[in-house]
């Protein structure tokens, strides 16, 4: 709602400069492409604030408490870069999700430019995984809020039919346990392939038994 007051005073502000200065509003209509560009830093979730390496495993840091992470939330790493477009790609992982998603660990998570209808509406990051040589998305999460200041950035879940992810997750930016996670987890998660074959092989012997 803040995010389409703030847009309606800015759309405002152009309209009456339009009309009361018409050769003003020519060159404001010349400046639109950068001035829409500063209207996405600061009325849009950035791709540059979110770039970094997120986690939620507070080890090591001294006032952890003030970030304000829930302490109930399986380890979750999220690494993620913003091109130029304000395009967002990188990965996330935990080991719930690789136990979820067995077949292969390699899973992304993507959010396209966002465009002006993004004022009306949270925005989306896409969790997707490699199948059959094709990404494709399994659940989908929303940004409910990004704190810059304390590098804190807090998620819902919107659709997730394999509940691969808590209902909310809540993540810190450059961590000081993120390396000894991304490790942990993604040495877990190399072996959900084995483990679940393994599965499947014991019910299979289960049901000749």
Known sequence: MKKIIAFTKYAAAFALGFITNFSGALNNIASIP??????????????STISGKWSNNTEYLLGAG???LAYDQPKIIMQVDANEHDEI????????????LPITWVVSIESPEPGIFSLFSNRKLYIKQLRNNLMETVAIMEITSLDDRKGTISLQRVADPLEIL????????????????FKEISEFCADSPKRFREKLKSMKLGEDA
């Open 66 to 68: 003030e970030l304000g």
């Open 89 to 100: 790609s990188g990965e996330i992982l935990s080991e719930d999700l690789c136990e979820a």
């Open 166 to 181: 808590p209902e909310k997750v809540s993540l810190a930016k450059n961590l000081p346990a993120f390396d000894d996670d």
């Open 34 to 47: 950068s001035s829409y560009k500063e209207l996405k830093k600061v009325y849009f979730y950035n791709g």
